[in-house]
């Protein structure tokens, strides 16, 4: 297996969020290429109702709006400025969601009404170096039809029924090429550090090299931890 990675990601995805983080250390060791791509779980989870969707929490659905409008201006900033300024604009964008202040409250819909809260994008694309204008893509409903085609085609690579994030290993150079394995997840709470990023990066690798490996699963999930979820770290969760 060569060692290229497509990370597909939604900045709305708390666990996203904290495999990306991880995902850049292993990069930082390891002689890995990263393309960072967009997958919306607003987009993933459409067929299913919207009272389904609020079981998890009234602003459950909302929160996946916020994402699919921060991948709008990363489609936009992509189209632009070419695909090398993504991975800059996700930290950016994650960072202005995860790493704010928590909200006064202390439990799970404190936590999840702050992620469904509307932001200003344009702090996060100066961050990244780009122009702020490109905040207007957030609104702009033309560019879902090209990430509703990417977040299928990340869908796909895994057989379907999955959330974030998507890690595709060995992706296609050109247009025809098969892609190499691809795996949702991992679903981790914090980032793991030094040797052990490696080894956990060492151990996904590997899971993905077996082409008859399907799934292994916890149902239980701690909340990821990050300033902005401090308060409900570790705590249990299935919002994926």
């Not at 060492?202 to 077996?210: E, F, G, H």
Request: proline share 9%; glycine share 6%; charged share 30%.
């Amino acid at each position: 297996m060569s060692d290229r990675l497509e990370f597909f990601f939604d900045p709305i995805c708390p666990f996203c969020w904290v495999t990306s983080r991880w995902v850049v250390r292993v990069a930082e060791k390891r002689p890995l290429e990263v393309t960072w791509r967009p997958v919306s779980l607003a987009i993933l989870n459409e067929e299913i109702s919207y009272e389904e969707r609020r079981k998890a929490s009234p602003d459950y659905p909302d929160s996946h709006v916020r994402g699919l409008e921060m991948l709008r201006v990363v489609h936009a900033a992509r189209e632009q400025h070419g695909p090398e300024v993504v991975a800059d604009l996700y930290t950016a964008l994650g960072e202005l969601v995860w790493d704010a202040d928590p909200p006064e409250g202390d439990d799970f819909e404190a936590v999840m009404g702050e992620m469904a809260r509307r932001r200003d994008l344009r702090p996060a694309l100066e961050r990244a170096g780009l122009p702020t204008d490109l905040a207007d893509a957030a609104d702009d409903t033309s560019r879902d039809d090209a990430l509703r085609t990417e977040t299928q085609e990340a869908a796909e690579r895994c057989g379907g029924g999955v959330g974030t994030p998507i890690l595709s290993f060995d992706p296609p150079r050109r247009e025809g090429d098969e892609p190499g394995p691809a795996l949702f997840g991992p679903v981790i709470d914090a980032p793991p550090e030094g040797d052990d990023a490696l080894r956990l990066w060492d151990a996904v690798q590997t899971l993905a090299q077996w082409r008859g490996f399907a799934e292994l699963k916890r149902t239980t999930r701690s909340f990821p931890d990050t300033p902005m979820s401090a308060k409900i770290a570790s705590t249990g969760t299935t919002v994926r």
